[in-house]
């Protein structure tokens, strides 16, 4: 029997297949950017943790992937005797192991006790935290352990940093000792089923379904989507599915959207249904035309590209606030005449100010100013605002002026190549075939534009390699613009012909 790992014993929890591929086919995994990110953010805030947790820089990190698991856990043993905070101690027992975020030592009737906490980059403690926190006492209790108290600490969302590296204040804990001790059973049989399933000498035979996305993001979802029939109309492309439709599809096994009654289904979902099966798009010309119509010419059309910390960088920021730190713009004359122009800050300081006096140079007087679900733009917008008083009342002049593209393309239009979907990188290949995000070099989505960002201002990084990214960015950002004005000019019909 080996020893199954706290996160192993999560991802049985998930599905047994996930724990059996990752014990045996973990070159099958496909890790995205998003997962590769939070993995990151969760260093970051574990990292601050240890300072929070020992300003003193009195304990010892506990280094198992340098040192390995055996040295680690005797050193834990060894530890355990001491009075120095403890981090990334690990336990081993009943077939499991684990390790410590924060172990702090404390006294229980003169007895040395320890205080764990586990850290956690999430802004709320989720259900799967509580399994989480179980395993964590458990395997620790297990092992001899004295706890006193488990707990989890999160980061704070509404947290707002003073600078001067000062972190106080950033987590938030919550004392879970109760639930985790009750939960010794639970524990024992997922660790038995796990061990089950890790003894098994083939790939259990296990559909996908809604639990491949939560509570994570399976890095195995190709591989098991490419073993199983592919609807010729995958009900999948249902967008916003209900409970009621998610429930009926579960029940009734059903793959493809042939067989969902119609009755289960809301206009829009109506809509993708019938086109789909039909084969064809929708296009509501008319209605489109006069949805525009209602907007001169010049119009702006506007994109912001944002970086995010869990552990904010700048003054006046709070943990996960979306920060621009790029925009593109183009600008449509009556004539039809396009210009370009954009802001890309990749010093590594706050882009606020700087993004926000650009914007306002790039946004002109009084046009119109498209964005596609534009609520990401005005809220970015609004945000600048509060922070920089000044600058406030130009940029709540460009708030008003924001005009959505979206809700034109919802009820307007609908290919079948979307697939539910009215994003504009699936709408802009059906209405633009010559447009494609695929063309771009390294950045073509939004989470790569964040990670190109903490790529180009890290200070290792080259002057070339800066360049290369900026030039990428740009790419990325400006078609984003231009996808809306060829949806603009499509969507416009005889008043756009010409232009
Ligand atoms: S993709 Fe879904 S079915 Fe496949 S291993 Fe992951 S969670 Fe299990």
Redesign the pocket.
């Known amino acids: 029997m080996r020893n199954l790992s706290k996160s192993k014993l999560l991802s049985h929890r ?5 724990l ?2 990752e014990l045996n086919r973990p070159d099958l995994a496909e890790i995205s950017a998003a997962t590769q990110l939070a993995f990151d953010f969760g260093h970051e805030v574990g990292d601050v943790a240890r300072k929070l947790y020992d300003p003193a820089g009195e304990g010892v990190l506990i280094d198992a992937q340098r040192d390995g698991f055996a040295a680690a856990f005797a050193q834990s043993r060894k530890l355990l005797a001491s009075s120095q905070p403890i981090f990334e101690a690990g336990f081993v027992a009943e077939g499991a192991l684990a390790f410590a975020d924060v172990l702090l030592p404390a006294t229980q009737d003169g007895k040395r006790v320890w205080r764990m906490i586990e850290v956690k980059s999430s802004t709320a403690v989720k259900d799967y935290h509580r399994d989480d926190i179980a395993i964590q006492a458990f395997i620790a209790r297990s092992a001899g352990v004295p706890l006193a108290s488990i707990a989890l600490a999160h980061v704070d969302s509404s947290w707002q940093y003073q600078g001067d590296g000062d972190y106080r204040g950033l987590l938030v804990e919550h004392v879970m000792t109760r639930e985790a001790f009750a939960r010794s059973d639970d524990v024992q049989s997922w660790i038995e089923a796990a061990q089950h399933t890790a003894l098994e000498q083939s790939e ?1 035979d ?4 809604a ?3 939560s509570p994570f993001i ?8 490419a073993q199983e029939p592919t609807a010729e109309h995958p009900v999948q492309w249902l967008p916003h599915p209900t409970n009621v439709l998610k429930n009926y599809v579960a029940r009734h096994a059903v793959t493809d959207m042939r067989d969902v009654p119609d009755r289960l289904l809301s206009r829009q979902q109506l809509r993708v249904k019938e086109q789909t099966l039909a084969g064809k798009a929708f296009f509501d010309a008319e209605g489109a035309a006069k949805d525009l119509g209602k907007h001169a010419l010049p119009a702006i059309f506007l994109d912001f590209e944002t970086i995010q910390f869990a552990v904010p960088r700048w003054q006046g920021t709070r943990p996960y606030a979306q920060i621009p730190f790029q925009f593109s713009v183009h600008r449509l004359e009556p004539d039809g005449t396009l210009t370009a122009t954009g802001f890309v800050d990749l010093s590594g300081d706050d882009p606020s100010e700087p993004i926000a006096r650009a914007l306002i140079a790039a946004c002109g007087e009084c046009e119109p100013i498209f964005a596609y679900s534009a609520g990401f733009e005005k809220a970015r917008i609004s945000e600048l605002a509060a922070r920089l008083e000044e600058l406030s009342a130009p940029l709540l002049a460009i708030h008003e002026r924001i005009v959505d593209l979206l809700p034109i393309a919802k009820g307007r239009y609908y290919h079948p190549s979307q697939q539910g979907s009215w994003s504009i990188k699936k709408v802009l290949p059906a209405i633009a075939p010559d447009l494609s995000y695929g063309d771009l070099a390294g950045v073509n989505h939004g989470t790569g534009a964040l990670v190109a960002y903490l790529e180009a201002v890290k200070p290792e990084t080259t002057p070339q390699r800066k360049a290369e990214i900026e030039e990428q960015l740009r790419a990325y950002c400006a078609l984003d613009t231009l996808a809306m004005v060829r949806l603009w000019r499509f969507f416009g019909g005889a008043r756009a012909t010409g232009t």
């Open positions: 998930q599905c047994p297949k996930r059996w591929l259990p296990l559909r996908t379904g639990h491949c996305t399976c890095g195995f979802i190709d591989h098991c989507r």
